[in-house]
C-alpha cells in the first residue's frame, strides 16, 4: 500500500501486526512502545522525521482504548491525571525546547541516544533490584501489603519494598494538599504530582514518545500509586503528551496520518487484550514483566547510534 | 488454564478475526478516499491537516474501543468485560 503523504510503500499487514504488538505492550504497561514501534517503522522505509510524528499520532488513537478499557476496570485515577496534565504539557514543551537547543550544537543523536540508554538501564536496574527486595520480604512477612478494598479484585493487592520511599514524599510539607482516594493517598503535596508529572513531560519531549517507560515506575516509586492505578492513570497522561505532540509534528510536517491509522487499527486490539491481562497479575508481577522492556529499548538505540541510524 | 483466561482468549480470537474482516473494508473504503484529500490538505493548509490528524485518530479510537466492546459483549457476553 502506498502513502502518499510519506512517499512510501509499506504493507498494511506489517503496520497492522507492529500496532498489534505495541498495543499489548501499552495496554498492559501504560507505555506508548515508541521504543519498539520506532525502530520498526524506520526499518520499513519511513524516514526519521516521520517516525516521530506518525508514532505520536498512533500512541494517541491506542492509548485512547487502552485507557477506556482501564477506566472500565477502575484503574484510572481521574483527579490525579488531570492535575498531572498541568506538569505534563509544561514538562513536554521543556523537553522540546532543550531539543531546539541541542540542535544548536553537535552531537545531538549522541547526547540524546546516550541519555536514552543511562535513564532506561538505570530504570531497569533499579526495578531488578526493587523486585528482588520485595519477592525477599514477601516470602517472609505479609504484614506490609496492601490490602484491596472491598470488590476489588485479589491480583490487585500491591506492596513496595521502596514504599518508604513514597511514604517519604507523602510526608513533603509544601502546601497546598489532596487527597486521592482512588489510590488510597489521604495527604500529598501537590507539588510533588506536579513534579513527577513534569519529569514524564520533560522526557517525553526530549526522548519522543509519551515516555510511560519513566512516568509509570515514577508514579509507582515516588508517588506510590497502586501499580494498576498506575498504568491507567499513566496512559490517561500519554492521551495529552502524545496528543500534544501530534499537533506540533503535524504542523511540522512529521506526520502521515494514513500510516497511523492503519498502525492503530492493530494497536486497538492489543491494546484491549493487553489491559484485559492486567486483571490476571498482580502488581508486582506487572512491575517485573516491566523490567526487560527499558533494556530492549536501550539495546535499539545502542543498535542504532552504533550503525549511525539513531532509533529515535 | 483457568477458564476465565481460557474465555477471554477465544473470545479475542474470534473477536481479531471479525475485526480483520471490518478492518480490510475500512482500508479499501474509507482509507482510499481520505487518501487524496489528506495529502491535498498536507501540501496545502499544514494547520487544518494537523487538526483533522488528531481528529481523526481520537475518533477512530473511540470508534474502534467501541467496536472491540461490542464485538465482546455479543460474542462473549457473560464474560468479566464491561
Known sequence: ?????????????????????????????G?????????????????????VGTDLA????????????????????????????VGTIAGVESGAQIIQWLKRTAHIDLAVGLAFVIILVGISGFMTWESIQTLRRSRGSRKNMRQPPPG???????????????????????????????SGINRISLWAILLVAFVGGLFSGFLGGGAGYIRM???????????HIAVGTDLFEIIISAGYGTVSHALKGNVDILIALVM?????????MGATLTQYFGGQRIRMAFIPLPVLGALLMLHGLLSGHPAK | MKPDVENSVRAFLIEFVVYAALVAGYYF????????WLWSL???????????????????????????????????????HP
Open chain 1, 1 to 29: 500500500m502506498t502513502f502518499p503523504i510519506a512517499g512510501v510503500h509499506i504493507s498494511p499487514i506489517y503496520l497492522m501486526a507492529v500496532g498489534f504488538v505495541v498495543g499489548i505492550l501499552g495496554g498492559f504497561f
Open chain 1, 31 to 51: 507505555v506508548g512502545g515508541s521504543f519498539l514501534a520506532g525502530p520498526a517503522l524506520f526499518g520499513a522505509g519511513l524516514p526519521m522525521n516521520f517516525v
Open chain 1, 58 to 85: 498512533h500512541i494517541v488513537g491506542k492509548s485512547i482504548v487502552a485507557a477506556r478499557k482501564h477506566r472500565t476496570l477502575g484503574n484510572i485515577d481521574l483527579k490525579l491525571g488531570l492535575i498531572m496534565v
Open chain 1, 152 to 182: 476489588e479484585h485479589p491480583s490487585k493487592r500491591d506492596h513496595s519494598a521502596v514504599a518508604h520511599i513514597a511514604r517519604a514524599v507523602h510526608r513533603i510539607s509544601i502546601p497546598p494538599y489532596i487527597s486521592l482516594p482512588v
Open chain 1, 217 to 227: 515506575p515514577c508514579l509507582v516509586y515516588l508517588l506510590g500509586i497502586p501499580t
Open chain 1, 264 to 272: 492503530h487499527t492493530g494497536a486497538a486490539i492489543g491494546a484491549q
Open chain 2, 29 to 36: 473504503l474509507v482509507l482510499h478516499f481520505l487518501g487524496d
Open chain 2, 42 to 80: 498536507f501540501k496545502n493548509d499544514r494547520h487544518t491537516y494537523a487538526a483533522v490528524s488528531l481528529a481523526l485518530i481520537i475518533g477512530q479510537g473511540f470508534l474502534l474501543e467501541i467496536l472491540t466492546r461490542l464485538l465482546l459483549s455479543w460474542i462473549h457476553p457473560r464474560s468479566d
